[in-house]
């Protein structure tokens, strides 16, 4: 079954635009979720939450996260054409030191 | 800055053969990982492997499959046999902690023909 449920599937912009991408999720028991960027090959590393409702801030970016509700958000700001990538997130599983992908948000930021 | 490296960035094979895949994490890091992602479909966890055993595998990672850390900087995946399903790209990463935060390879790209 599908731990991970991202929404939405592909979202298109404009340059300038504010985006959420968001991210729900069936692992109770976890102990961090991991944001990636994933433009043409690996996964880059964005953000990892442990906490809930502390938001961490990378430049444009933030994210924060929801243990009670069991979601997270991915906030980007002013958006540029070089944000256009895949985002993943990937809840995690301390007991067996594994981690959910979602299938991810594909995001087109045009100019 | 340290990264994760995976060679070879391609590599071609005929159905039945052995290939090993190699990765070497970052060199402070404990926990490694194998994922593979077929051509338009999510990242898929294969296995981790931690303090030279294997931590969780999933249902994919089964019999034909196998992973080793040879010496003190490679983790390297062995596929037995392979099969025309096998293809896609694989990618190693490794983390310093548990449940941490993971840092992915460029990835190796199998095409089983």
């Known amino acids: 079954e599908d731990k991970v449920v991202q929404s939405p599937l592909s979202l298109v912009v404009h340059e300038g635009d504010t985006v959420t991408l968001n991210c729900s999720y069936e692992?109770?028991?976890?102990?961090?979720l991991l944001w990636y960027k994933q433009e043409k090959k690996a996964p880059t590393f964005l953000f990892m939450l442990t906490s809930s409702g502390i938001e961490k801030k990378s430049g444009r970016l933030s994210s924060i996260l929801d243990k009670k509700e069991l979601f997270s958000i991915l906030n980007i700001t002013a958006t540029q054409t070089g944000d256009s990538a895949v985002y993943l997130c990937?809840?995690?599983?301390?007991?067996?030191?594994?981690?959910?992908f979602g299938s991810g948000t594909k995001l087109n930021v045009k100019p | 800055e340290p990264e994760v490296t995976q060679t070879p960035s391609h590599q071609v094979t005929q159905m039945g053969q052995e290939v090993i895949l190699r990765c070497v994490p970052i060199?402070?890091?404990?926990?490694f990982y194998w994922y593979r992602q077929i051509l338009g479909q999510k990242v898929e966890f294969l296995v981790s492997f931690y303090n030279n055993e294997i931590s969780e595998k999933s249902e994919i990672f089964d019999d034909q499959f196998s992973v080793e850390r040879p010496d003190g900087s490679n983790f390297t995946l062995k596929i037995r046999s392979t099969k025309l399903e096998d293809s896609a790209m694989y990618f190693c990463?490794?983390?310093?902690?548990?449940?941490?935060?993971?840092?992915f390879g460029p990835g190796t790209r199998l095409t089983v023909t």
């Open positions: 060199s402070n890091h404990l926990y």
């Open positions: 990463a490794s983390s310093v902690r548990a449940a941490g935060e993971q840092y």
């Open positions: 692992v109770t028991n976890f102990r961090s």
């Open positions: 990937a809840p995690g599983d301390p007991n067996f030191n594994k981690f959910y």
